[in-house]
């Protein structure tokens, strides 16, 4: 069952029992994927990587707001953005802790021979294509930056 039909039914259900946080996160996930559908140079299906690039984007968008309402003493506007955000990482695989992160990139780095932060480069392009999903880009530059530092 593809990503867009599991969100429908989702929203459904969501509609049924009055979740409005859920309804709100799944129209959200709905929406985005309709539009990444619909982007020039796109085919009808999307695949499961694109899928996953757009709930990321997603949920960074989310966590960018909710830091900056945070800092404004805005709660109410913090709170929807943490729902939203819980029901979009929902659909994500599951994220790598910071210490696998670490060993595979520690292996990684063995592998292409790199031997500092002048071959960051070559470690982050393999990294991100091979932990696409399941680690945030961000962590794995810092770890890289660490272990190549």
């Known amino acids: 069952m593809s990503l867009i039909t599991q969100i429908d039914q989702d929203i459904k259900q969501a ?15 709905k929406s985005a994927l309709l539009l990444a559908r619909t ?5 009808e299906d999307i695949s499961q990587e694109t899928e996953i690039r757009v709930l990321q984007k997603l949920i960074k968008q989310r966590k ?3 830091d900056i309402y945070q800092a404004q003493n805005r709660e109410d506007l ?6 939203e955000m819980d029901v979009i990482g929902a659909f ?6 910071r210490a696998e992160i670490e060993a595979y990139l520690k292996e990684l780095i063995n592998k292409t021979g790199a031997a500092s932060v002048k071959d960051m480069g070559r470690v982050m392009g393999t990294a991100n294509k091979e932990l696409a999903g399941k680690a945030d880009g961000k962590t794995i530059s810092e770890v890289v930056k660490q272990l190549l530092g």
Request: proline letters at 3%; glycine letters at 6%; a positive charge.
């Open 15 to 29: 509609m049924l029992a009055r979740q409005e946080a859920r309804l709100r996160g799944l129209r959200a996930i």
């Open 39 to 43: 982007e020039k140079g796109a085919s």
């Open 64 to 66: 960018e707001s909710a």
């Open 78 to 83: 913090y709170k929807i953005e943490v729902e």
């Open 92 to 97: 994500l695989p599951k994220q790598m802790e």
